[in-house]
């Protein structure tokens, strides 16, 4: 089974998806991701997705669930970069990820994280 | 269908005298009611290639019961020419598959003078080719016309569409998409499609969607709004709407629907000041 990698850059976890996923990757990076942040106490977790072109439901709900479990060990999440074609798909599956943050790229998203952890030190989670 | 009917039709066809056949057409065309074609010596033309392509076609053994098959296909050509050009030109349905239908009675005329004196049953069946034949050209042009003018239709349609959503670089990370015209789901995706594409391009962060082109709001358009919203959102960037008129503001709460979380504005002037300070830009004015 393919695994995505997890970088660690300070207090913030970075995950690029290059791959099209499949449903068994992506609950492996969702069981790694949780015990990652466990593990490093990190605070914020960035996922790219630029390079991801095809997406379902499943995805599209464990997007969701990554971002809803990080928020639960305390740490913020950014999805970054997604594609025009696959937010249009999302919408049309009726998956607006409410509660997800979501970023033009990389960059931006970094400066949300700061600002988030920032925003979020000591206070329960937005 | 009897060999000797179309062998007749045949030699009638050969041996006739095309002159006549053509001034017999044209006045026929006259006559008919129907305006003076483009100009008459054009109608001649077109009417002496149909005659001559028929005759070809006929003399080949081609049957008019079989209009479709290849050996017709050289006045199939000839009739999608002249009925395309009809459509250009405005005329009507009617007015196209007229043309076609004057030659009937030159014909019915010939049918007549060559088989005077023989049985009535070869008449008949002779005139029942050259009416099957006559038809048969005539629902071609028509079929013709009607594909040339849907055509013309669907361009329009397309044009219509695209000419509608313009995306506009406003400043430095805005974009603007001013909607004119109702909203349905097919311009919809289309303004989605390529805001959220201009959005990728110039890594923009806020858009305004402008609707004061935008004649009525009811719940469906209001969905498809919270759709493209929603869009816009996932890719990371944000979105302001404006133009919201009066009228629309009570339509919208009135029919309780439910602008969950978008940013609006009544003039695009006020959400493209609230766009400059969200991006982080302060102005001043010099002048008082």
């Known amino acids: 089974m393919e695994r995505i990698p997890i970088l660690r850059m300070g207090k ?31 605070t914020g977790v960035l996922i790219d997705i ?13 997007l969701a669930s990554i971002s809803a479990i990080a ?18 798909t999302l919408v049309e599956l009726g998956l607006a990820l409410e509660g997800v943050r979501t970023a033009l790229n990389v960059e931006r998203g970094i400066a949300m994280l700061a600002s988030a952890t920032e925003d979020d030190r000591g206070q329960p989670h937005a | 269908m009897s060999q000797s009917a179309a062998d007749s039709l045949t030699q009638m066809l050969e041996s006739v005298d095309r002159d006549e056949i053509l001034r017999e057409w044209m006045e026929q065309l006259a006559e008919s009611g129907s305006k003076p074609q483009p100009s008459t010596s054009a109608a001649r033309a077109e009417a002496s290639d149909l005659l001559t392509a028929v005759t070809t076609a006929v003399r080949s053994g081609a049957e008019p019961g079989q209009f479709e098959l290849p050996m017709w296909s050289a006045t199939r050509e000839i009739l999608e020419t002249i009925s395309n050009s009809r459509a250009a030109q ?39 080719l050259v009416s099957t034949l006559v038809d048969k050209m005539a629902q071609w042009t028509s079929t013709t016309y009607q594909r040339s003018r849907e055509a013309i239709i669907g361009r329009q349609q397309e044009e219509l569409l695209e000419l509608s959503t313009p995306v506009i670089k406003l400043w430095e990370g805005i974009l603007a998409v001013p ?77 309780g629907i439910d602008l969950q979380g978008i940013v ?21 004015r010099s002048k008082s």
């Not at chain 1, 928020?71 to 249009?88: C, D, N």
């Open chain 2, 90 to 128: 405005g005329a009507s349905a009617a007015e196209t598959s007229g043309f076609v239908l004057a030659l009937k009675k030159p014909l019915f005329g010939q049918a007549q003078k060559r088989l005077k004196g023989v049985e009535p049953s070869r008449l008949v069946e002779m005139i029942w």
């Open chain 1, 50 to 62: 630029s390079a991801l072109e095809i997406v379902d439901s499943f995805i599209g709900r464990m």
């Open chain 2, 264 to 284: 609006t504005k009544a003039t695009l002037a006020d959400a493209l000041s609230l766009a400059l300070k969200k991006v982080g830009y302060t102005f001043t």
């Open chain 1, 71 to 88: 928020r639960v060990l305390g740490a913020t999440t950014v999805v970054v970069g997604m594609q025009p074609a696959v937010a249009i």
């Open chain 2, 179 to 255: 909607m004119i015209g109702t909203l349905d789901s097919s311009r919809t995706q289309l303004v989605m499609e390529s805001l959220l594409q201009k959005i990728v391009e110039t890594g923009s962060e806020l858009a305004i969607i402008d609707i004061t082109g935008v004649p009525t709001v009811d719940t469906l358009v209001a969905q498809h709004l919270l759709k493209t919203v929603a869009a816009i959102r996932l890719m990371g960037a944000d979105c302001i709407v404006s133009g919201v008129r009066p009228q629309i503001a009570q339509t919208i709460v009135q029919l």
């Open chain 1, 12 to 42: 913030c976890l970075l995950v690029t998806i290059q791959v099209d996923m499949e449903d068994r990757t992506a609950l492996g990076l969702q069981d790694d991701l949780s015990s990652k942040i466990a593990a490093t106490g990190a």
